[in-house]
DNA sequence: ACTGGTTAACTAGATAGTTAGTGAGTGAGA
DNA sequence: TCTCACTCACTAACTATCTAGTTAACCAGT
């Protein structure tokens, strides 16, 4: 980790572009996800990313200690914006929430695929880097405590039958992470449509179920 | 592709080793699997390939036109081995097939993990390249195969309810692939056994549900 | 003599990271 | 107010290394 990465994101709080010294960040990290989008993550130079805005490479080691350091920085930065996304819309009933959430997950959040491909690059990397896998734990443990915690409550309120949160959310993401691989890997564009239904199937069987205890 | 690949591996049929001509090609495979499993295959150099047989590299480029080349032909090394072993294993029922199916997909079929993440570097790869996106199609293409003629076969003997095949692989191999992806990304080894569960659960509502048309 | 398998040595290109420096601003002391 | 010391953002140019692929040649068997 460098001396200049996360902490100023956090305060830049997704709308920076006001202070002189988060910008360079800033600017640093939307240069990242274009030159990702354009380049790939594998063979990603660092150089490449210094092209995609108006600084030198050379300030990017100004800025971070290595190119390790600059990606696992933008999957924190990612993290984060996905967090500020996710608090700024609004609150609805369980159900519509959940279903935002799982469209969201299969379908977006970020509407162009090269990105999405950039993304499952780094994730297999993650086995070989550890500050990488820490970022995708994180990232996976906040998308799981959010489906667990929606799904709870629903149950509070009665719209879901007594299920357990957990294995629910575990359920949905393993099948939506298995959908964006092979969407990804095979270019199979019907794979979405087809877990969304699978995933509805599920959910009519377990949280609107009727709640016929066969004993 | 090169003039020397995957024909002479379908010739080899699992057990080479004896003709001449093909002793190089198989070795050469062979190597590719050692190197991947303790290199990974993003930073897979051809000499690392080289270092895991007694032979120079210059041979590897001998019989292959590229590293790309080597490696897509590997795949298709892969999916051989693959049916041969399928080809090999015993045909019981169609619900012990299935249960042996899901196990051997989600657990195996090769028992170490390194290997695992190598492929899935190589998954990451098929966007930008189309002779892997080829072959992880084919491969793909042959399992989901294998396993709705196996769901087809138990719902001819009436002992799997009468769903799409189709479907019901499909939903197999995502919710595979979903937890495969999370076991070598985040190295979380609960998430197989969950999953089995969860596939256990599903097979039980859809395969095996008693036959109760409501309407 | 010719062919197929095999090799060492080399080329060419790429790229992460370093170095040594520039220049604009800032604050302190005279 | 001037200026000296110092820092921060920034850069061009360079180094060191790695690696895919080529070349020219060697040798054994036929």
């Known amino acids: 980790m460098s001396e200049t990465n996360a902490d100023d994101i956090d305060a830049a709080d997704g709308t920076?572009?006001?202070?002189?010294?988060?910008?360079?960040?800033?600017?640093i990290m939307e240069a990242t996800y274009r030159a990702l989008r354009t380049h790939?993550?594998?063979?990603?130079?660092?150089?490449?990313?210094?092209?995609?805005?108006?600084?030198?490479?050379s300030l990017i080691f100004y800025h971070y200690d290595s190119r390790e350091d600059l990606l696992s920085s933008f999957l924190a930065y990612l993290l984060e914006n996905f967090k500020n996304r996710v608090a700024a819309s609004e609150i609805t009933d369980p159900v519509?929430?959940?279903?935002?959430?799982?469209?969201s997950l299969l379908y977006g959040p970020d509407d162009n695929e090269s990105f999405q491909i950039a993304m499952l690059e780094l994730r297999s990397q993650a086995p070989f880097?550890?500050?990488?896998?820490?970022?995708?734990?994180?990232?996976?443990?906040?998308?799981?405590?959010?489906?667990?915690?929606?799904?709870?409550c629903g149950i509070d309120d009665g719209v879901f039958a007594p299920v357990d949160p957990d294995y629910i959310a575990t359920l949905l993401l393993t099948m939506i992470d298995g959908a964006r691989l092979q969407l990804v890997v095979l270019g199979d564009e019907t794979i979405l449509d087809t877990t969304r239904a699978a995933i509805d199937d599920?959910?009519?069987?377990?949280?609107?179920a009727e709640q016929t205890p066969s004993d």
């Open 96 to 103: 519509t929430q959940l279903d935002g959430l799982i469209d």
């Open 129 to 152: 880097n550890e500050a990488y896998r820490d970022q995708f734990r994180r990232n996976r443990a906040y998308v799981h405590r959010l489906t667990a915690r929606v799904i709870d």
């Open 202 to 208: 599920r959910l009519d069987e377990t949280l609107f």
């Open 40 to 57: 790939g993550a594998a063979d990603l130079s660092v150089q490449a990313i210094a092209d995609e805005f108006d600084k030198s490479k």
């Open 16 to 27: 920076a572009e006001q202070a002189d010294s988060g910008t360079a960040n800033e600017a």
